[in-house]
């Protein structure tokens, strides 16, 4: 089973987490962006924009952030961490 860690971080406090679970057989690549786009639906915030920075972060480290410079709309809080904390492969 494939689980992702979807915190949103103000202060350095914890405001809002939750995990997203996923046991399709996807590709991991589409198994994330399907529990970001939950994630996000579930916390009412727009789907954040993957930077150059962030792949890079995630791909050696399977765990990112996104800035307030990475949502569209004004965000409450500092930052969304995304981390997988189960993967099948």
Do not use: G
């Amino acid at each position: 089973m494939f689980r992702l860690w979807v915190k949103l971080i103000s202060d350095n406090h914890l405001m809002k987490d939750m995990v997203v679970c996923d046991d399709t057989m996807d590709t991991r690549t589409h198994k994330v962006m399907n529990a970001i786009e939950k994630a996000c639906y579930e916390m009412d915030l727009s789907k954040p924009i993957w930077l150059d920075s962030v792949v890079k972060d995630f791909q050696l480290h399977a765990k990112c952030r996104f800035t307030r410079d990475s949502f569209v709309e004004e965000v409450s809080f500092d930052y969304m961490e995304i981390e997988v904390i189960e993967d099948d492969y």
